[in-house]
């Protein structure tokens, strides 16, 4: 399995960006997609996960109200929409697959989001 993250770029507060999550190399059919990011000296915080295929989402409270997360199930592409972005949105992000039932966890090697004005 692997995912790769893409979309990552310079923003200004309150702009929205939206980064993909491309998933490849399996064929079960349930699996989460989380997204996590990271800031250097801090641990990695859980920004929003996407259950499939059910659809059940949940977002971290620092981006809940901000953040979409989708989906595109033919291309196993998920992704994260950033809505009025601010400056501690600033990060790398990264996506994870988790299928408990097969104990797999795939890691992109993760986008940089900076939120500067």
């Known amino acids: 399995v692997q995912v790769v993250e893409s979309g990552g770029a310079s923003v200004q507060p309150g702009e929205s960006l939206t980064l993909s999550c491309a998933a490849s190399g399996f064929t079960f059919r349930y699996y989460d997609v989380n997204w996590y990011r990271q800031v250097p000296g801090k641990e990695r915080e859980l920004v929003a996960t996407?259950?499939?295929?059910?659809?059940?989402?949940s977002f971290g409270d620092s981006v809940k109200g901000r953040f979409t997360i989708s989906e595109d199930r033919a291309k196993k592409v998920v992704y994260l929409r950033m809505n009025r972005v601010e400056f501690e949105d600033t990060a790398v992000y990264f996506c994870?697959?988790?299928?408990?039932?097969?104990?797999?966890?795939?890691w992109g090697r993760g986008t940089q989001v900076t939120v500067s004005s």
């Open positions: 994870n697959l988790i299928n408990p039932t097969l104990r797999l966890s795939a």
């Open positions: 996407l259950k499939i295929p059910s659809g059940d989402r």
